[in-house]
């Protein structure tokens, strides 16, 4: 069973990306599950346009369950990436695929944004999950503006994304 733990355990960590090559923008990962294998989920997925899809999920759970789930959704966010969908149709996507594989025995919080490095511009929604923040160069502190639902699993919902706007030198934590 130890064997398996860390097994798993290494397989999550190789869903965390480990570097990140985009101009313009400079991103860095911390994770740690609470377990050794859990239902987080961080990401940033680089779009065939040059934008950047930021990604931070809570799958309802714990340990391995939560984990699986978890797997899936990094799939599916990359393939919504590589087919250039929104924000709104990766959600509604991803919450069709959670209902249609798990009924309502999970939920998911996600907390998501598409960066565009060259002028700053972001769209965001959340799903439930804690707000995504932007430090200024000053030191001071905002929510980013997103548009706010409940999580994902539960039913079919509608998402509208809402403009911000990063300011070189700002720096945005999910």
Known sequence: LEE????????QERLVPQGFPRERVDIGFGFAA???VGGDYVDA?????????????????????AALVASGLHTTVHLCASLGLGLPEMVATLNRYLIGTWGTHTSVTVAASILDPRS???ESLNCSHP?????????????LK?????PLGLTDFPVEVVRDRLAPGELLAY
């Open 131 to 143: 707000n995504p923040v932007i430090i200024g160069v000053d030191g001071k502190v905002r929510e």
């Open 34 to 36: 609470c377990k050794g």
């Open 120 to 122: 700053g511009a972001i």
């Open 45 to 65: 997925v680089c779009m065939a346009d040059g934008r950047v899809l930021l990604v931070a999920m809570d799958v309802a759970g714990k340990g391995m369950d």
């Open 146 to 150: 997103a548009f706010e639902s409940i």
């Open 4 to 11: 398996e733990q860390r097994r798993a355990q290494a397989l």
